[in-house]
């Protein structure tokens, strides 16, 4: 048997077993979750390419285009892949220590002699070894490596202003590409967990249950330094998970309490706080806990809320909630296949497949599945109904006259052996997921695999046919 048969048949194995064992993590009581559709019609991924090259934990994946991404992990090195090959791109090895974070961003460099600067997008990784490493995407080379911070690195974002970035661990540094380290800022004591960038050249810093906001120096004339602006109050009651972008003028943050609270970027208020659970400590498993958010069209905003699902408006009405989505908390959101679909990936191992019915044609064999009329709105792609703009101010308005057409589960994909960490999608429908089990999985459209598939082979007996016919004299 080959390498990829036994990968693909230790994949079947894990699906058969994970259906008959209990969650493995997250559980304190057996509870009623919905089962999938039987042979789930509308689940579009049914081929699985396993992508085994690291050889121990994944720490994160991150998207670097249409149809690349990269991974980072514990064996030490970060592995850029295409979603068009199970194997890697380019391996960045080079790191003595585990990987932890990465980032990328644009290198802009200027010459007098250029009408134009030249542009490259680097890679940016961080790892316990105490270094950050700036890669090429283009050639994979390691072109600098950092470590005049002296400690480890646990989060790497781009500034969004010209060639500087910042890293977090103990401490937040402020770096630009040609190496140097600009700045330092001592915090609280505590780790930094996530570093944002939002408008006017600001970032905001997370550390233990603390935000914090912090100027990026925009001139290379002036003092190279972070500003600190203001902490952001209320502070959450426990440690922040998630700290994402919502809109061009507002970002949310949420915590391991199940607050979710909702910023302005301008003048950094609190705009709205949602989910907030008086009795969030049950038995010290946190079950209100808010790993990720997930914006939707700037106006929506869907929440993993403990091992459950949440839509809510920005005024703060719950529109939509499931409460047992899944057998253990959700770690991840992502909308995958062109915004068909909402995908939830769990500690239980599961990723687990939200939309409409009826959203997309029934397959048939040998050909694609086939999109009906695809809408701007993410959320109306979502839910498979146009929603004009007078039902649009019912629903924010939240009138009884207006529901919502509530999303159904349409299909789960099992092949995980652990939890399922993150998802990503990408622009040929693929679905890339990465798991605690050190394994990545591209899920395929298997009809649209199938499609492709055979217009190769039609091009390939096309050119032998017509190579065929042609005069010998013609072919040598």
Same mark, same amino acid.
């Given at each position: 048997?080959?390498?990829?048969?036994?990968?693909?048949?230790?994949?079947?194995?894990?699906?058969?077993?994970?259906?008959?064992?209990?969650?493995?993590?997250?559980?304190?009581?057996?509870?009623? %979750? @919905?089962?999938?559709?039987?042979?789930?019609?509308?689940?579009?991924?049914?081929?699985?390419?396993?992508?085994?090259?690291?050889?121990?934990?994944?720490?994160?994946?991150?998207?670097?285009?249409?149809?690349?991404?990269?991974?980072?992990?514990?064996?030490?090195?970060?592995?850029?892949?295409?979603?068009?090959?199970?194997?890697?791109?380019?391996?960045?090895?080079?790191?003595?220590?585990?990987?932890?974070?990465?980032?990328?961003?644009?290198?802009?460099?200027?010459? @007098?002699?250029?009408?134009?600067?030249?542009?490259?997008?680097?890679?940016?990784?961080?790892?316990?070894?105490?270094?950050?490493?700036?890669?090429?995407?283009?050639?994979?080379?390691?072109?600098?490596?950092?470590?005049?911070?002296?400690?480890?690195?646990?989060?790497?974002?781009?500034?969004?202003?010209?060639?500087?970035?910042?890293?977090?661990?103990?401490?937040?540094?402020?770096?630009?590409?040609?190496?140097?380290?600009?700045?330092?800022?001592?915090?609280?004591?505590?780790?930094?967990?996530?570093?944002?960038?939002?408008?006017?050249?600001?970032?905001?810093?997370?550390?233990?249950?603390?935000?914090?906001?912090?100027? %990026?120096?925009?001139?290379?004339?002036?003092?190279?330094?972070? @500003?600190?602006?203001?902490?952001?109050?209320?502070?959450?009651?426990?440690?922040?998970?998630?700290?994402?972008?919502?809109?061009?003028?507002?970002?949310?943050?949420?915590?391991?309490?199940?607050?979710?609270?909702?910023?302005?970027?301008?003048?950094?208020?609190?705009?709205?706080?949602?989910?907030?659970?008086?009795?969030?400590?049950?038995?010290?498993?946190?079950?209100?806990?808010?790993?990720?958010? !997930?914006?939707?069209?700037?106006?929506?905003?869907?929440?993993?809320?403990?091992?459950?699902?949440?839509?809510?408006?920005?005024?703060?009405?719950?529109?939509?909630?499931?409460?047992?989505?899944?057998?253990?908390?959700?770690?991840?959101?992502?909308?995958?296949?062109?915004?068909?679909?909402?995908?939830?990936?769990?500690?239980?191992?599961?990723?687990?497949?939200?939309?409409?019915?009826?959203?997309?044609?029934?397959?048939?064999?040998?050909?694609?599945? !086939?999109?009906?009329?695809?809408?701007?709105?993410?959320?109306?792609?979502? !839910?498979?109904?146009?929603?004009?703009?007078?039902?649009?101010?019912?629903? !924010?308005?939240?009138?009884?006259?207006?529901?919502?057409?509530?999303?159904?589960?349409?299909?789960?994909?099992?092949?995980?052996?652990?939890?399922?960490?993150?998802?990503?999608?990408?622009?040929?429908?693929?679905?890339?997921?990465?798991?605690?089990?050190?394994?990545?999985?591209?899920?395929?459209?298997?009809?649209?695999?199938?499609?492709?598939?055979?217009?190769?082979?039609?091009?390939?007996?096309?050119?032998?046919?017509?190579?065929?016919?042609?005069?010998?004299?013609?072919?040598?």
């Amino acid at each position: 048997m080959s390498g990829a048969a036994e990968l693909a048949m230790a994949a079947i194995l894990r699906k058969k077993g994970r259906r008959n064992n209990k969650p493995s993590s997250g559980v304190t009581q057996e509870v009623e %979750v @919905e089962r999938v559709p039987e042979n789930q019609p509308q689940n579009p991924f049914t081929e699985i390419h396993i992508l085994a090259s690291h050889s121990d934990v994944i720490r994160t994946i991150i998207p670097l285009d249409g149809h690349r991404f990269l991974s980072v992990s514990d064996d030490h090195t970060a592995i850029v892949w295409s979603t068009n090959s199970s194997s890697p791109l380019c391996v960045l090895t080079g790191h003595t220590g585990p990987v932890i974070c990465s980032a990328t961003m644009m290198s802009v460099q200027h010459d @007098e002699d250029r009408a134009y600067p030249l542009k490259e997008q680097v890679l940016l990784t961080g790892s316990l070894d105490k270094t950050i490493r700036v890669w090429s995407l283009d050639t994979g080379e390691c072109m600098r490596v950092l470590k005049d911070h002296f400690t480890y690195v646990k989060v790497l974002c781009d500034s969004c202003v010209e060639n500087l970035f910042c890293a977090g661990g103990t401490d937040l540094h402020l770096w630009n590409l040609e190496g140097d380290l600009l700045h330092t800022v001592i915090l609280n004591g505590e780790d930094i967990s996530h570093v944002l960038a939002i408008p006017h050249g600001r970032i905001v810093v997370a550390a233990a249950n603390t935000l914090e906001v912090f100027k %990026v120096p925009t001139s290379p004339e002036i003092l190279q330094e972070l @500003e600190k602006i203001k902490k952001l109050a209320p502070n959450h009651r426990e440690m922040i998970l998630s700290l994402e972008t919502l809109s061009g003028s507002h970002f949310v943050s949420s915590s391991l309490d199940g607050t979710i609270i909702i910023w302005n970027s301008t003048n950094l208020t609190m705009l709205i706080q949602l989910n907030h659970q008086k009795d969030y400590l049950v038995n010290h498993t946190y079950p209100y806990c808010v790993h990720h958010t !997930l914006s939707i069209d700037q106006k929506f905003l869907f929440a993993a809320v403990g091992r459950g699902l949440a839509l809510y408006t920005l005024n703060g009405d719950c529109i939509w909630r499931r409460e047992n989505a899944h057998h253990s908390k959700i770690l991840y959101l992502c909308l995958v296949y062109n915004g068909m679909f909402l995908a939830s990936c769990s500690e239980d191992g599961s990723i687990r497949l939200w939309g409409a019915v009826g959203s997309m044609e029934q397959p048939t064999e040998g050909s694609m599945l !086939l999109h009906k009329e695809i809408s701007d709105s993410s959320l109306e792609r979502l !839910l498979g109904k146009s929603v004009n703009s007078k039902e649009k101010k019912r629903l !924010l308005r939240k009138e009884d006259k207006y529901k919502i057409p509530s999303p159904v589960l349409l299909g789960e994909c099992m092949s995980h052996s652990g939890a399922v960490q993150k998802v990503l999608a990408f622009d040929d429908n693929t679905m890339v997921s990465c798991g605690s089990d050190g394994v990545i999985i591209l899920w395929k459209d298997g009809a649209q695999e199938s499609e492709l598939r055979n217009e190769q082979i039609r091009k390939i007996l096309h050119f032998n046919s017509v190579k065929d016919e042609m005069p010998q004299e013609s072919q040598s």
